[in-house]
């Protein structure tokens, strides 16, 4: 059995960008410059979005959080976003999700410029994701087929079940794993929560990914021997022994099922970090084709 480290990759892949970052800097180049937009004081996106403008201090990259109070109107954030779009300033920008109830998610998603989401939430970069074209492809997912290339999982002809069918994880995932490539040409059987025969579909499976948020569900006895297992749910379970008064856990029962696995991922410390990761990568990547317009 393998740990798939993502802590690990995901340094070696931030140690890469801030290579990259200091020789644009040398040649007098704008570094890459990421927002964040947080509305409201949802404690799991605060850490998310801090930990996010962290790493770009790390990196070299600018940084910029809005941080809106949780009765900013509708309208109000759709013209932050608007002045993001047109800020030369920044090459990508996030909005953090969840956004408070009486805030349309979609009208947001729909007015972000395709250019600079480095989420890749957008209709165009997802639609482009789905056609093989050059896009932003959401972190999650991209940070997943990162983990694949850089421990060289053959996923060629493999059955993978996808548990969950978000449009930031199952579905993305889902697609990208049967496209053309290695990783990818795998066999997809997308499952989700009105799937009847689950644990049968699992235990077929030569690769699972979960992407539920349901801590332990992929039991032992729902996987065969040899399988490779990316769990990407976090879930923070109340525990009053801790300091933070919560741990994290993902979506399978790690203890027992990596004993049957022969690749498995953490959590933490797995497709989490990956995650920040392959968003700086989308910043870079960002900076880099509004060099190459202009
Ligand atoms: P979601 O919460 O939007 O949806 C859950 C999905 O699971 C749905 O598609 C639903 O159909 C499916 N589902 C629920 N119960 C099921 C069942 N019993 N059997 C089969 N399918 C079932 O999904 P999400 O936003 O992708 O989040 C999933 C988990 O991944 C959460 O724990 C979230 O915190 C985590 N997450 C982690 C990262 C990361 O960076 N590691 C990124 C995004 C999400």
């Not at 956004?99 to 482009?128: C, Q, R, S, Y």
């Not at 060629?156 to 969950?164: C, D, L, N, Y």
């Not at 040409?185 to 990914?209: C, F, G, M, P, Y």
């Not at 300091?243 to 953490?266: L, M, N, R």
Request: charged fraction near 25%; include cysteine.
């Amino acid at each position: 059995m393998e740990i798939l480290d993502g802590k690990k990759v995901s340094n070696q892949i931030k140690e890469e960008i801030t290579v990259e970052v200091a020789q644009m800097k040398k040649r007098g180049e704008k570094v890459p410059h990421l927002a964040a937009v947080l509305v409201g004081n949802d404690g799991a996106s605060l850490t998310y979005v801090g930990s996010k403008v962290r790493s770009c201090k790390k990196i070299g990259f600018e940084s910029t959080l809005i941080h809106l109070p949780e009765e900013t109107t509708e309208d109000e954030l759709l013209n932050r976003v608007r002045q993001l779009n047109n800020d030369p300033e920044i090459d990508g920008y996030i909005v953090q999700l969840p956004l408070p109830k009486h805030i349309d998610e979609e009208k947001v998603l729909m007015a972000v410029d395709p250019d600079k989401d480095v989420d890749g939430f957008h209709p165009t970069n997802f639609g482009k994701m789905a056609l093989d074209m050059e896009t932003f492809i959401s972190a999650t997912p991209f940070g997943i087929m990162e983990l694949f290339k850089r421990y060289n999982v053959d996923t060629e002809g493999k059955h993978t079940v996808v548990i969950g069918r978000s449009h930031i994880v199952g579905r993305p995932i889902s697609i990208l794993m049967s496209q053309k490539g290695n990783p990818g040409n795998a066999t997809v059987t997308l499952a989700h929560s009105r799937t009847k025969n689950l644990k049968e579909l699992t235990l077929q499976a030569d690769i699972i990914i979960s992407a539920l948020g349901v801590p332990k569900f992929l039991k032992a006895d729902m996987v065969k021997e040899g399988v490779t297992v990316i769990d990407v749910g976090i879930t923070r379970v109340p525990d009053e022994t801790r300091e933070k008064g919560y741990y994290i856990t993902g979506d399978v029962d790690y203890e027992k099922v990596k004993e049957k696995a022969s690749y498995i991922t953490p959590v933490p410390g797995g497709v989490g970090p990956m995650t920040i990761a392959m968003l700086l990568k989308n910043t870079l990547l960002a900076r880099e084709r509004h060099t190459s317009k202009n």
